[in-house]
């Protein structure tokens, strides 16, 4: 079997990654791989086809729980299919007001949230950025927006109108209407972030009396 033309084209096609493990096209009886570890050290290691499970079993490739296997563990393989094993670190995720320690095999934000089953709205603010790609000891911060109306009645402060009498002194005034305070509706739109407010506006008005 060639090992060697095996591994240097898959070396030169850039399919070898790390953590990534190539299992050679050509095989009698065992499946070839050629094996990059994370240091990328390369190994070359023989197995029967069957089941991902099976054959990192039988070669002693170790993998955590939380780790992810692309094909799944249970997937039978052939050969000449890859079989990658991306390991699992830690993430810290702020949802509101929560803080957790997660992990997660993803380095892009939105793949993490999906990963975790973390679903964000479309008005949340998500920082840093759903595209952006987070290290290691890096925070996942989720502030959940939520907007509601909300209907209240307001005073209408009244006007209180004075002239001046010709008849009286120069400095004295009388009061010719002598109004009472009115009522009105005002709707507002209101913003919150993490369960407090941030903006509130108003969306109408209404005299009532």
Do not use: C, W
């Not at 030169?12 to 990059?36: K, N, P, R």
């Amino acid at each position: 079997m060639k090992f060697g033309k095996v591994i240097t084209a898959a070396a030169a096609s850039g399919v070898l990654l790390s953590g990534a493990f190539m299992i050679a096209e050509e095989y009698t009886g065992h499946s070839a791989f050629a094996v990059t570890l994370s240091d990328n050290t390369k190994v070359d290691v023989k197995a029967k086809k069957g089941t991902v499970r099976e054959i990192l079993a039988a070669n002693n490739i170790s993998y955590n729980a939380d780790d992810r296997v692309e094909p799944g563990l249970d997937t039978k393989v052939n050969g000449g299919e890859d079989i990658r094993i991306y390991k699992a670190r830690e993430i810290t995720i702020q949802d509101g007001e929560t803080t957790t320690v997660r992990k997660t095999t993803y380095k892009k934000v939105e793949d993490i949230l999906k990963e975790l089953n973390i679903t964000v709205g479309a008005e949340d603010k998500v920082t840093p950025g759903l595209k952006t790609e987070v290290a290691e000891v890096d925070t996942i911060k989720i502030a959940r927006v939520g907007k509601t109306t909300q209907t209240v009645k307001e005073a209408i402060k009244f006007e209180t109108k004075e002239e001046k009498d010709d008849t009286k002194y120069v400095d004295e005034v009388f009061t010719k209407t002598e109004g009472q305070d009115g009522e009105k509706e005002v709707t507002y739109s209101v913003v919150h972030e993490d369960g407090k407010e941030v903006s509130k506006e108003v969306v109408s008005e209404k005299v009532i009396t």
